[in-house]
């Protein structure tokens, strides 16, 4: 999980600079995600429990790299969606403020960072065959994530301390939706894989 949305994350600077934008996030806009989405969901996704088929699974090789072949595919859905995500939603805003564009990115890499969570659950099952629901935890910290992150942009405290702009509710809602593309397009790669 870590390994995927910071390598996306990292990623979306290198290509914001190499295009002529200028830092699409602060430090303390990226500490905040560091501290509460991937806190959050780290920590919630260590409470996965087993999905019955751990013993059919082969071992994993001594000192096989974490970057294996499970995950790469995940990096080459994820990391698109991200970047390609971010970067229009920095362009749209950049025309009002710098500060609302961050906020707009803030609120991009967070959101796909917690729907990512749920790809992760699982390398190869759907979320949807191993029990949506099954894991409360994640579900509670989808929806304190959801909370924090609204919270950062909306509250007029939290807007200065993080140097956020006011969004419409409506584009945070259609950002929000747009961020969940990386959790379906991980469950379409999961469902092609085992057709393949």
């Known amino acids: 999980f870590l390994v995927s949305t910071n390598f996306a994350s990292t990623l979306t600077f290198i290509a914001a600079i190499a295009i002529g934008f200028t830092y699409p996030l602060l430090p303390t806009q990226i500490l905040w995600i560091n501290l509460i989405t991937d806190g959050i969901m780290d920590i919630s ?18 000192g096989e790299p974490i970057l294996n072949k499970q995950i790469f595919p995940y990096l080459l859905i994820i990391v698109p969606i991200m970047v390609t995500l971010a970067l229009f939603v920095f362009n749209h805003y950049s025309e009002e403020s710098i ?6 990115v803030f609120l ?18 759907s979320a949807f065959s191993i029990g949506f629901f099954k894991n409360k935890w994640i579900i509670l910290a989808f929806f304190a994530s959801l909370i924090l992150q609204y919270a950062a942009i909306k509250l007029p405290f ?7 702009r006011d969004i419409a509710w409506t584009d ?14 991980g469950e379409l790669y999961k469902f092609a894989r085992r057709k393949i």
């Open 108 to 125: 991009v890499v967070a959101m796909t960072q917690v729907f990512n969570a749920f790809n992760l659950r699982s390398l190869e099952r």
């Open 99 to 104: 500060e609302k564009a961050r906020t707009g």
């Open 158 to 164: 939290m807007q200065n301390l993080l140097h956020f």
């Open 45 to 62: 996704l260590a409470t996965e429990p087993d999905h019955g088929d751990i013993m059919k699974q082969k071992p994993q090789k001594k």
């Open 172 to 185: 945070i809602l259609i950002m929000t939706a747009l961020s969940s593309l990386v959790f379906i397009f």
